[in-house]
């Protein structure tokens, strides 16, 4: 199984931005793999923010985070970062990384990182 570790998360006022990482611990299954960040609340299902594909870059994003959130990566580092900005109280949630499938960005890892919490209130 994969491993990842993400950090970055905190506290921010609305309107304020952040910058998470994704660390993976195997350079091969990242780098050939569609990447992910995900978020949960207590109480509610994780959901997918934003993906991005291994070879082109090609990014997709939930409209709740679309034109505020952008995703990128690094193959060499074996990294994944996430610039959120203009952040909203609902976008509260513990963030996560992970690799997902192709077509329909769905997990790929049974073994979840710790995640990183984000909390934004005044």
């Known amino acids: 199984q994969v491993q990842y570790e993400e950090s970055g998360g905190g506290l921010v006022q609305p309107g304020g931005s952040l910058s998470l990482l994704c660390m993976s611990s195997?350079?091969?299954?990242?780098?050939?793999?569609?990447m992910g960040w995900f978020r949960q609340t207590p109480g509610k299902e994780r959901e997918l923010v934003a993906s991005?594909?291994?070879?082109?870059?090609?990014?997709r994003y939930a409209d709740s985070v679309k034109g505020r959130f952008t995703i990128s990566r690094d193959n060499t580092k074996k990294t994944l970062n996430l610039q959120m900005s203009r952040l909203q109280p609902e976008d509260t949630a513990v963030y996560y990384c992970?690799?997902?499938?192709?077509?329909?960005?769905?997990?790929?890892?049974?073994?979840w990182g710790q995640g990183t919490q984000v909390t934004v209130s005044s």
């Open positions: 991005i594909s291994w070879g082109s870059g090609a990014t």
């Open positions: 992970n690799r997902v499938t192709p077509e329909l960005d769905r997990a790929l890892d049974d073994a």
């Open positions: 195997e350079g091969p299954s990242f780098n050939w793999y569609n």
